[in-house]
């Protein structure tokens, strides 16, 4: 427990104090996974990713018990934010679940409901997640799959990168109207998120958004290494920027997307 920053370890203590007065006996586990498992949790930033095991698949009335908790805990906590999933053992390491059932989940202060899991939550649970309550990820019975993976994170970069880099493109002339401070979120978001997607495709692994702009210093050609630092300078906090001009800002952020994408297709083909 170690890991688990002071003000997350203090919140999820209150998370299951509520479920024992709330919901008593029915929260069999809880995990950790996402930015605390990469050492990668910024305090009043970062959220805590977790999948909590239930006893059952939960009632309507025990949903609204569960909602009420985190109603409880978003009042008491303003952050971090709580984002996860409601399962049973049997769906670790499922795309769906495993009886076509909907679970709920937790995410942006609301309670919703699905069927499908997202297979880098696995590798991340398998691979680096943190038990709070019950066995140690190692004895988890779930297998990874490599292609599922694969196949989830190029479909990612096929349809909502590819979307939001040709949304971005389109509407160039409203970037440059933008201030620095937005302009850096853009930057920041997606050359680093892009740069996590293309280290999971080559290491089979995950890594923070700083691991990623590093990673992509090393591998990346060199024409791009600019806008690269530039991503990282500001996730950092660091105010000078390498582009004196916003216009070779946002055409770097916007040329650089296309290459990267091209070339996760490229090698995913190879």
Request: with cysteine; glycine share 4%.
């Amino acid at each position: 427990m170690s890991r688990i920053p002071k003000d997350a370890y203090q919140l999820l203590d209150d998370y299951i104090t509520l479920w024992k007065k709330r919901l008593p006996n029915k929260l069999k586990g809880l995990y950790l996974h996402g930015s605390i498992v990469l050492d990668a949790y910024i305090k009043d930033s970062s959220d805590i990713d977790f999948i909590a095991i239930t006893e059952n698949r939960l009632r309507k009335d025990e949903v609204q018990e569960l909602s009420e908790i985190h109603h409880i805990i978003s009042n008491k906590y303003k952050k971090p934010e709580m984002d996860g999933v409601y399962i049973l053992w049997e769906d670790l390491g499922n795309i769906a679940t495993y009886d076509n059932s909907y679970y709920p989940y937790y995410n942006g202060g609301k309670m919703a409901f699905d069927t499908h899991f997202n297979p880098v939550t696995w590798w991340l649970l398998k691979t680096r997640g943190i038990n709070i309550l019950g066995p140690n990820r190692t004895e988890l019975r779930m297998e990874l799959n490599q292609q599922e993976l694969i196949s989830f994170v190029l479909e990612n970069m096929n349809t909502y990168w590819a979307t939001r880099v040709h949304r971005l493109e389109n509407s160039k002339e409203n970037l440059l109207k933008l201030s620095a401070q937005e302009i850096d979120f853009e930057v920041e978001w997606t050359v680093l998120g892009l740069l996590r997607q293309y280290y999971t495709l080559k290491e089979y692994d995950f890594i923070s958004k700083m691991g990623a702009g590093d990673y992509g210093l090393i591998h990346m050609p060199e024409e791009w290494h600019s806008i690269i630092r530039e991503a990282i300078n500001i996730r950092r906090g660091v105010k000078a920027r390498i582009f004196p001009a916003k216009e070779e800002r946002i055409n770097s952020a916007l040329s650089f997307p296309k290459y990267l994408m091209k070339h996760c297709q490229e090698l995913v083909e190879s």
